[in-house]
């Protein structure tokens, strides 16, 4: 709690879309199929779920269902509609103190419809909310700064550039019996990463493999470690606590 995650969600880009309490219904998620109208995915660039354990879902079954391809593929079909997005879907939540371990069950408060395996296993990772300080007065910063709107049309434009997922497949070499998952949400967390921390790369000598390592591939495989873990938890005969053996393959 008191970390800023509903405020920066809610104000770090007008492309996001930010869902605090209430209902939450398929039509508005997806497609609203008496309205004829597409829903939040096909709008917005990310979907906050904030304070989850205060939502509920309409049709849990349904929504259940929609997440899964939608989580998948990008798609989902409602009725005789194929819906298509690009949001991501974020969820926010509170963890009691005495469940902040990586040892804990930390899903068990999440609303029902997260309770199965299936789903969970296509988020691709996990932010530990107790390792980021409180906010406090000397957090905030003071001086120049890029204006919020300028930064946030910045991170829109480069959900387009190829170039970061191309750096990435170069740089990472992926064992033949790697879980397609684990993979995926590793490369994607990656991609994220390297857009963030390193917006200047183009190829992958224009960074350094140990920077590279420390900043993008770890934190990516810690993220979709906690994943991983989680779910063998829920189901630990379908789940091992292991992630894929993904190491640097690029060294210049």
Known sequence: KGTGKSYMMSQISKYGWL??????SRAKLFYDLSRKTPGLVTKYDYIAFDEIQTISF????????????????????VG?????GRAGIVIMGNIEHNKMSDKKNVFEDLPSIFSESALLDRFHGFI????????KENMKAEGWALNVEYF???????RDELNYSYVVDEMLE????????????????????LKLLFPHVRKPDDISPSDFEKYCLEP??????????????????????????????YYG
């Open 152 to 158: 946030s049309e910045i991170l829109h434009a480069l």
């Open 58 to 77: 309409s049709d849990q079954a349904e929504i259940a269902g929609a997440l899964k391809g939608y989580l998948e593929s990008g798609e989902c079909r």
């Open 220 to 249: 990516a495989k810690d993220m979709r470690l906690f994943i991983r873990n989680q779910l063998h938890k829920l189901d630990p005969e379908e789940y091992s606590p292991e992630i894929p053996d993904i190491r640097l393959r």
């Open 19 to 24: 869902i605090s309490g209430g209902i939450v």
């Open 80 to 84: 005789a509609e194929k819906i298509t």
């Open 128 to 135: 530990r909310g107790w390792d980021i300080p409180r906010m």
């Open 174 to 193: 992926i064992p033949k019996n790697a879980d397609h998952r684990d993979t995926v949400a590793i490369k994607r967390i990656c991609t994220g990463l």
